[in-house]
């Protein structure tokens, strides 16, 4: 599985950005699909995950102003970003479980295929 993420940049707090993640390889639908970021010196923080039949977890972080979709048709995962923050700011990574596991859960150790960081940046 590879996957290719998009969308970061800068944005003015309470402004809104879409993050991309496009995977290439098997059936997407067999995969969870997750959203991390990693502030400088921190751990990756899982945020958002989806599963191949929809099922979703938000951390408390992110709950009501971030949303996670997917287009199985498009083999794409999206993240809705609303409600933008300076604290925000960070890296995102999105990557895929392949096999999916059960339950669903954002725990980096448990996602064996990364893509590359966007950089979100958000200014006050």
């Known amino acids: 599985v590879q996957l290719q993420a998009s969308g970061g940049g800068l944005v003015q707090a309470g402004g809104s950005l879409r993050l991309s993640c496009v995977a290439s390889?098997?059936?997407?639908?067999?995969?969870?699909m997750a959203w991390f970021r990693q502030a400088p010196g921190k751990e990756r923080e899982g945020i958002s995950c989806?599963?191949?039949?929809?099922?979703?977890y938000y951390a408390d972080s992110v709950k009501g102003r971030f949303t996670i979709s997917s287009d199985n048709a498009k083999n794409t995962v999206y993240l809705q970003m609303n409600g933008l923050k300076p604290e925000d700011t960070v890296l995102y990574y999105c990557?895929?479980?392949?096999?999916?596991?059960?339950?669903?859960?954002?725990?980096?150790?448990?996602?064996?295929?990364w893509g590359q960081g966007t950089l979100v940046t958000v200014s006050s």
């Open positions: 990557a895929a479980q392949d096999p999916q596991r059960w339950p669903l859960a954002c725990l980096a150790g448990e996602y064996n295929y």
């Open positions: 390889g098997r059936t997407f639908s067999l995969y969870a």
């Open positions: 989806v599963s191949g039949i929809g099922d979703t």
